[in-house]
């Protein structure tokens, strides 16, 4: 790959401004130049100011998973249009954009995987995808995952990572994907199963009331916003500005709603760790 | 209570006047003529299925919150042969956005919970517009719990435009309460019936509206965002209102048509803001014929049925499987 792209630079003077981005990039925080390829082994954070960039649902798996581990499940699985929504845009239209745009089927990824060694099943939002927001296909596959997890027993881990939590183009029925998801939760609260929920930036609304806080042990990354209403509906209810690190992880650890923040790079071991402890 | 008038019902207000005007006159002996009141009282019902035989989802939107319409505590005062009110979350507050309680229901001991919106300013300042805060969804959780442990059935009203968004409500964990309230009544062993009376805005609606049936108000709505909200973020632009309105499939038939709830609760002609008792007397029925229904059923069966009726709401394509 890299040998591939050293030859282009040579060819073509165009492809060579590409390619420089491509290899560097300025940090959206700090605004230091980072050597990309670097900044992904050090899982995205900003090595000067400790900034958190998002990750794909699969950098989160080979970040979690053990190598070779991760067996996709219901891969393929698309968004219907049950409304027919067809506004400035419609939603069949927004659905092709955002699968050319981020080469994923949906918000979110699932499978079954081994972690630590400990065979888990594990759901991950991924909010590059309509910013993670809980369509029929995140329902559906977060649903199924967990059914998948307690057939088999198997402990349940859930990254999530959505920014506006509800989807527009499918009304009520995103709405009632809350509604599912917990139900589901409530059946693995009945069988005994744990469930490991990991909040990411940014996890709100619909998906931060329903599954995401629904966790027995609620891990979060420092730094991500975690909250019902989006901090502008606030600002504009309340007619305030409003303090800093508001509906961030460590307010809300403060406020008693996480157990644990973890560093990202630490991330994968505290998982472990309380696999260990009641699975091994 | 002064009755006030949506844009589309001003055709009814001249007529409303005309009428008052003749009825006080044959109470004070000034007016003789009592046809013409027939006559106007006809004239009005005809003017009135004219504008409701044609209603836009925008319009069905503003009937929903109607100055005039008939809140929970009304519906409470009118439906149940006796009440008692509840309060307190037994946490931190008593929220007065949310009224619980337990009453009589045809003779069936129930619990309540709804929320509660104000009249005028006052009132609504004090309620919260019906927005509750964490403390008052832990509050209807309390007695869905009791309801569980006497093994009696859950009656929620739901009227809101969403669950408070202040910082309060985030320092105490909004989110967190909601989801909590969906799995705990996803799994409650005791019938729960849901009625939607006015708004049913988004998360906050859904955070006391999970339930074995889920009955509308003709002229109540359902929605995952408020029309405004869904008009500023997708249009940019107010003046797409009425257009998001109608994308978002709220109201009631609609909702039935996909399967989001169970029972379209008729209302009398012009909306249950024009006839109160008319509109308690269908909305009680509604709820005996359901909850006579689902009493029939065994507790066990009816939470796995409850599961049941949520998990398989959605709409997917499966796509090539090539993982299993
Ligand atoms: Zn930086």
Redesign the interface.
Known sequence: MIFKKKRYVRIEPKEKVEIKKDLWFKCEKCGKLLYKKKWEDNFKVCPYCNDYGRMTAYERINMLADTGSFKELWANMTSGDPLNFTGVKAYKEKLKEEMHKTGLKEAIVTGECKIGGISSVMAIIDANFIMGSMGSVVGEKFTRAAEYALERKYPFVCISGGGGGARMYEGVISLMQMAKTSAVVGKLKKAGLLYISVLTDPTMGGIAASFAFLGDIIIAEPGALIGFAGPRVIEQTIRQKLPSGFQRTEFLFEHGMIDIISKRAELKENIIKILKILYT | MERKYLDFEKPLEEIDKKISTLEVGKKNGTVENVEDVVLLKQQLAEKTKEIFSNLSDWQIVQLSRHPNRPHTLDYIENIFEEFIELHGDRCSADDTAVVIGIGKFRGIPVAIAGQQKGRDTKENLYRKFGMAHPAGYRKARRIMKLAEKLHIPVITFIDTPG?N???K????????V???N???M??LNTPIICVITGEGG??GA??I??GDRILMQEYSI????SPEG?AS???KSQS?VE??AK????TARA?LD?G?IDTIIPEPLGGAHRDWSKAFELTASAIYENIRDIKTINVEQLVEL??QK??K????????????
């Open positions: 669950a968004p202040d910082i409500a985030e320092e105490e964990g909004q989110a967190l909601i989801a909590e969906l799995m705990e996803a799994m988004s998360g859904l955070g509206g999970v359902y929605s995952v965002i869904c973020i997708l249009w797409a257009e998001a994308e978002l499939k709220l909702l996909l989001i409850r599961y949520y998990r709401i959605g709409f997917w394509n499966e796509g090539e499987e090539k993982n299993e």
